[in-house]
């Protein structure tokens, strides 16, 4: 069973890696994987908020715990006590929970960009993949 980390190592970004290896740990497989997670990367769009692996841990709990039915307030209202427990969790790990505090950089500069290559940042970011992927399996 290939892991976040596997997908990651392959050249996916941090959302598309987590979603895709957390799919594969539920044993969900979904031709929309890992589309529907590239806009996550960097923080959204490169933006530097929200982690990419932690959005893509949030969309696996989706996938697991999330509602079919709009109506369905009780299956919605408990996973978003899941979700904001595991990002408790990450934050408690991790210390933060935004790609900019986490890797130091924005991504949308070429000189964010630039310091990100030349300080190979993306190792950086392969650690957090696996400590965000160990925590999302533990609430899931």
Same mark, same amino acid.
């Given at each position: 069973?290939?892991?976040?980390?596997?997908?990651?190592?392959? +050249?996916?970004?941090?959302?598309?890696?987590?979603?895709?290896?957390?799919?594969?740990?539920?044993?969900?497989?979904?031709?929309?994987?890992?589309?529907?997670?590239?806009?996550?990367?960097?923080?959204?769009?490169?933006?530097?908020?929200?982690?990419?692996?932690?959005?893509?841990?949030?969309?696996? $709990?989706?996938?697991? =715990? +999330?509602?079919?039915?709009?109506?369905?307030?009780?299956?919605?209202?408990?996973? =978003?006590?899941?979700?904001?427990?595991? $990002?408790?969790?990450? +934050?408690?790990?991790?210390?933060?929970?935004?790609?900019?505090?986490?890797? +130091?950089?924005?991504?949308?500069?070429?000189?964010? $960009?630039?310091? =990100?290559?030349?300080?190979?940042?993306?190792?950086?970011?392969?650690?957090?993949?696996?400590?965000?992927?160990?925590?999302?399996?533990?609430? $899931?």
């Amino acid at each position: 069973m290939a892991t976040a980390s596997d997908f990651h190592d392959k +050249g996916f970004n941090c959302a598309e890696s987590t979603l895709q290896g957390l799919a594969e740990y539920l044993g969900v497989q979904n031709e929309l994987l890992p589309q529907i997670a590239t806009g996550f990367g960097g923080g959204v769009g490169h933006t530097g908020r929200i982690c990419g692996a932690i959005s893509g841990a949030v969309m696996a $709990l989706g996938i697991k =715990y +999330g509602r079919r039915d709009p109506q369905d307030k009780k299956t919605r209202d408990e996973l =978003y006590q899941r979700v904001e427990a595991f $990002l408790k969790k990450v +934050g408690e790990k991790l210390g933060h929970t935004d790609c900019i505090d986490l890797i +130091g950089v924005p991504l949308n500069t070429e000189e964010g $960009l630039k310091i =990100y290559r030349q300080n190979h940042l993306r190792d950086k970011c392969h650690t957090i993949i696996q400590t965000v992927e160990d925590l999302a399996k533990e609430f $899931l």
